[in-house]
């Protein structure tokens, strides 16, 4: 319970980050030739293949499958490392669990993610992290499997976009993820995985 705690106010304080820099920034939603390119909404479809870390003893690999919506949240234009732009995001995860001794997990992530975008440019570094809930088929007879079906999960990523065109993104980066019951059980046999994931973003 305690790692959990700490994980999700270091996960919030890193994501706001960006934000609280802006506050000697000018945000603006209004664009020129000269400004950040950032895109009023996104849909994006990701796949991850996520390994097992962390001594669980169950060594899980996951096979996951996100389907994100992301909403732009603020714009900074001072020219410097931190220019770019801020995302509100929900995310729906599917993950057949091909190793461990559940079979599946579904759930639901709401969380930000901030782009490090330079105007004009194709390739736009990116990190995010986002908190949300979900149910596996739990076996809790099972030495260290999950202890109930219901869940909390902490998602975060890095990685780079790529922009082929006006409307259309590929990524490639990152993928950590952490699954726990917050205790509720005893004991709580928590899950951390990590692994590469691709996708497709189209923006509008």
């Known amino acids: 319970m305690k790692f959990f705690r ?3 106010l270091f996960l919030l304080l890193g994501s706001f980050a960006p934000l609280t820099q802006a506050s000697t920034d000018r945000l603006s939603t209004h664009f020129t030739g000269d400004t950040v390119d950032a ?5 994006a479809s990701q796949t991850a293949y996520m390994a097992g870390i962390i001594a669980n003893p169950n060594s899980y690999e996951v096979a996951a499958q996100f389907f994100t919506a992301r909403w732009r949240w603020g ?3 001072r020219d410097s490392w931190l220019q770019g732009y801020n995302q509100v995001y929900a995310t729906f ?11 599946f997990y579904y759930g639901i992530s709401l969380g930000l993610r901030y782009n490090f975008a330079k105007p004009g440019a194709r390739w736009i570094p990116y990190v995010s992290g986002g908190v949300g809930l979900g149910w596996l088929d739990s076996h809790a ?9 219901f869940t909390f999960n902490i998602l975060t990523a890095t990685g780079v976009s790529y922009k082929m065109n006006d409307h259309w993104k590929f990524d490639a980066g990152i993928q950590y ?5 917050a205790a509720q059980t005893d004991p709580n ?7 590469p994931q691709i996708g497709f973003t189209y923006a509008y």
């Open 75 to 77: 714009v900074i234009e």
């Open 6 to 8: 700490l994980a999700l």
């Open 177 to 181: 993820q952490h699954l726990s019951n």
């Open 39 to 43: 895109p009023h909404f996104e849909i």
């Open 189 to 195: 046999p928590s899950v951390n995985l990590l692994g």
């Open 141 to 149: 007879n099972v030495f260290g499997a999950q202890g109930q079906d």
């Open 93 to 103: 995860m599917t993950e057949p669990i091909t190793r461990g001794p559940e079979n």
